[in-house]
């Protein structure tokens, strides 16, 4: 497979690019800049980054996105022809961003458009993946001194390489080392998935109440096996517990609740009679109680009358005394109100005159606003900025006379003066210089800007600055500046004023306050108000302590009226009361006796519930062990612990044969290892010959033997036998000469007699001119048999490599 046309419409800088590959060598020429590194990755970017790539990979953001149409395309195109061994041409065509399509287009005209299948059409006709592709056969600059680095990392086309080259050693043979390989991964994945074989343990610990749920091998399945077994066991051994333990919890509860059913049918007999003596007692209890209040409220009666006539004497004298002396507050507190209002009158009169002369003072000033000094301070630095200008254009001027001459000498910033002059003379100026006799002038300037235009512009600054100075009455712009901020704070201070005068005068409005102030007279000698306010809170303490006491007393007085109205009628209630209490013991006497463990026959009653209410809760017990011994029958497995046992160790022992089998199969994988090293002695033989072949010319011929690492090189030597230098310290030009030769070592490898196709950013950039010439023949005898593709800035490198030229600069547009 070789490259045809590549078409770029649009990709890059190119809005539209048409390169035509022949077969054998092609040399892509162009200066920097020119777009070769653009065409190089626009083939890439149509054999191997599809058109669906996501705009967060990293294939977008450094192969689509750089090459999208600047500055606001949304659209990169590419179209690619390849040739195949037939010499049949299949076009491909990819666009990514907005339009996001691709087409690949059959030999035989029909065309493929979906991208899966695209994908995989391209991988048989391309025949390696992408990372070889990358790493080999497209060679950019950049990469050249990191060939065997990225080769090294890049186990794609590191793997390829060496499944070639074994392919060559063992051809013929019958003999298929990778399918043996395959064979045993397989049979040790299907024993061992999941089985930590060293550790004899679920791989991450995940035993059967976390098992692995995909790639379970026979091992950890019959593990599985193993501890469900266990388990089962366990299980089984619980249960027969659980039905011994619920046997005897039932018993348990038979004898508890028989004992409490005979205990409660023995109280059960008394329950009557306790129950009329619960009926009684608090009637005894009752009418004794009343007896005892009755007794009280005939002693009390008379006593309580007397207290309340005195009573009422005491709360008229008081009265008149608190009324005095609220007369005497409300004077004390209007007394006191004046005297504050005296002192803001005074503090306010103090800032009001202060305010006013900060006003006077404001008014006298000239009105100096942030807006004037910002234009004065504007036309001051660009009056500063024309003379700064003028200043820094420089003139020296050299000027001879033979005879004497009075010239008058004008310099941009300096005044006109007149000298006499004869001979040699040097003058200094800035911007602008100018001689003047009877019979002729001259003016000089520097620069290119018209000095006299800067210094008429200064004249106009000047008397605007000045006439706005005089107009406010300030001889500059500082001053100005200073009176601004004067003037700023004068009204902050104002200001200030007027809010400390609002807070003085707490509401009050001024002449309002000048004027009560002036009818309210003299001040006036008042008693503390703190004395009058305890005289007076005293006094209404005792009579609110009294009218309480009187109000209490009005009240028991007219409930005993109310009640008894009299003391007679309640000296007749006492009689009933003892006459009712006597009854009620006389019948109690003949009721059965309390028990004496029971204080009252309450107490008894008590019992007796929580007794009958413990009897329920035993037979709710006894129902329940009932059922937990049905369930813990229903419960037992139909194995018994002595059949499951036997299971368990018929499974273990098939566990430990797996185990066996595993360890038998390492023996043989270990086995197959060596044997592999064995063959594989010489399965690099060819790439190395190869790679010697081509490395003798690319170093001059200094070296001509390699020791190798599988494929890859660790040193070189001058000669079979000599010690070989490590890739690390040889220099530039050499280690790109190294890397061009295993390149190319590998290409031929991996082709045979395939044809191919090779892409490098000028290979000989870092080599001398002898290597130079070495490394074109090696080219130009590798592209005989292959497409090889060299881009270079450099003319001369390319009529050195010679073949079929395409300069950028020529190509259809």
């Known amino acids: 497979m070789r490259l045809g046309k590549i078409l770029l419409e649009p990709f890059g800088a190119f809005s539209r690019l048409l390169c035509q590959f022949a077969p054998g060598l092609n040399v892509v020429v162009g200066p920097n800049e020119a777009g070769k590194t653009t065409l190089v990755n626009a083939i890439y970017a149509a054999l191997f980054i599809p058109p669906s790539v996501k705009r967060n990979s990293q294939d977008w953001k450094n192969v689509i996105f750089p090459y999208l149409p600047y500055p606001d395309g949304d659209t990169a195109r590419v179209t690619v022809e390849l040739v195949d061994g037939k010499n049949e041409i299949w076009q491909l065509y990819c666009a990514w961003g907005a339009e996001k399509k691709a087409c690949l287009c059959t030999p035989h005209g029909t065309e493929i458009v979906e991208e899966a299948a695209i994908q995989q059409k391209l991988s048989t006709l391309l025949r390696f993946g992408r990372g070889t592709y990358e790493k080999i056969f497209l060679a950019r600059q950049d990469e050249l001194v990191y060939t065997f680095e990225r080769i090294k990392a ?142 009280t409220v005939m002693q009390q009666w008379p006593q309580k009358a007397e207290r309340l006539k005195n009573l009422e004497e005491k709360i008229k004298e008081l009265e008149k005394r608190r009324e005095n002396l609220t007369q005497e507050l409300q004077q004390a507190e209007k007394e006191l109100e004046i005297r504050k209002k005296r002192q803001i009158y005074k503090d306010a009169k103090a800032l009001s005159d202060r305010l006013k002369e900060i006003n006077t003072e404001l008014n006298e000033l000239p009105p100096v606003t942030n807006e004037v000094v910002e234009e004065l301070e504007q036309q ?264 499951i046992e036997q299971a368990l160790q018929m499974a273990e022992k098939n566990l430990q044969a797996l185990k066996a089998e595993a360890k038998a199969l390492r023996v043989v994988a270990e086995e197959y290892y060596l044997l592999k090293e064995e063959l594989d002695a010489d399965t690099f033989s060819p790439l190395r010959e190869q790679f010697v072949q081509n490395l003798a010319p690319l170093t001059g011929y200094r070296y001509k033997h390699v020791q190798m690492q599988g494929a890859l090189p660790e040193g070189i030597a001058l000669e079979t036998g000599t010690t070989p230098l490590p890739l690390e310290l040889l220099s530039c030009g050499t280690v790109s000469g190294v890397a061009l030769a295993l390149r190319l070592a590998m290409a031929q490898c991996l082709l045979q007699k395939e044809e191919g196709f090779m892409i490098m950013d000028d290979p000989l950039i870092d080599l001398d001119p002898e290597r130079k010439k070495a490394a074109a023949e090696v080219l130009q005898e590798f592209a005989q048999t292959k497409q090889l593709i060299i881009t270079t800035f450099d003319p001369q490198t390319a009529r050195l490599l010679g073949g079929h030229q395409l300069n950028l600069g020529q190509v259809e547009r």
Not at 383 to 397: C, F, N, T, V
Not at 607 to 634: D, G
């Open 154 to 295: 890049d186990q794609e086309a590191l793997g390829t390489v060496t499944d070639m080259l074994r392919a060559v050693v063992l051809q013929g043979a019958g003999i298929s080392l990778e399918k043996l390989a395959q064979k045993l991964e397989e049979k040790k994945k299907e024993l061992e998935s999941n089985w930590d074989l060293e550790r004899d343990t679920p791989r991450g610990g995940r035993d059967i109440d976390n098992p692995h749920r995909r790639n379970v091998g026979k091992i950890l399945a019959q593990y599985y096996a193993v501890r469900l077994l266990q388990q089962k066991l366990q299980e089984t051994r619980m249960a027969e517990d659980n039905l011994a333990k619920a046997i005897s919890q039932l018993q348990e509860v038979e004898k508890a609740y028989n004992l409490i059913t005979e205990k409660e049918k023995l109280m059960g007999k008394l329950e009557n009679e306790m129950q009329q003596r619960i009926a009684l007692e608090p009637q005894l209890e009752t009418c004794n109680l009343k007896l005892e209040q009755l007794k």
């Open 380 to 643: 001051a630095k660009q009056l500063a900025g024309l003379k700064a200008e003028i200043s820094g254009m420089k003139l020296k001027i050299k000027f001879y006379t033979k005879n004497e001459l009075e010239v008058k000498i004008r310099s941009a910033l300096a005044k006109e003066n007149v000298r006499q002059v004869q001979g040699e003379n040097i003058f200094s100026a800035q911007g602008l210089f100018g001689l003047e006799t009877e019979d002729w002038s001259v003016i000089v300037q520097s620069g290119e800007k018209d000095v006299e235009v800067m210094l008429g512009q200064m004249e106009i600054l000047t008397n605007e600055l000045e006439k706005q100075l005089k107009n406010l009455g300030v001889t500059g712009v500082e001053e100005a500046r200073y009176l601004k901020q004067k003037i700023a704070a004068l009204k902050i201070k104002g200001e200030a004023l007027c809010k400390q005068l609002e807070e003085t005068l707490q509401g009050h409005a001024f002449p309002d306050l000048e004027a009560e102030i002036k009818q309210a007279g003299e001040e006036k000698l008042v008693r503390d108000l703190v004395e009058i306010k305890t005289d007076l809170l005293r006094e209404e303490m005792q009579l609110k302590e009294m009218s309480t006491e009187r109000e209490e007393l009005q009240l028991q007085l007219k409930a005993w009226q109310d009640e008894y109205e009299s003391l007679d009628n309640l000296l007749e209630a006492m009689v009933e009361l003892k006459s009712a209490a006597k009854n009620i013991r006389e019948t109690l006497e003949h009721l059965a006796p309390l028990p004496q463990e029971y204080k009252s026959a309450e107490a008894f009653l008590q019992e007796l519930a929580k007794i009958r209410a413990e009897k329920e809760m035993l037979w709710q017990q006894l129902l329940h062990a009932r059922e937990n011994k049905i369930r813990a029958e229903s419960n037992m497995p139909e194995e018994s612990p002595e059949e």
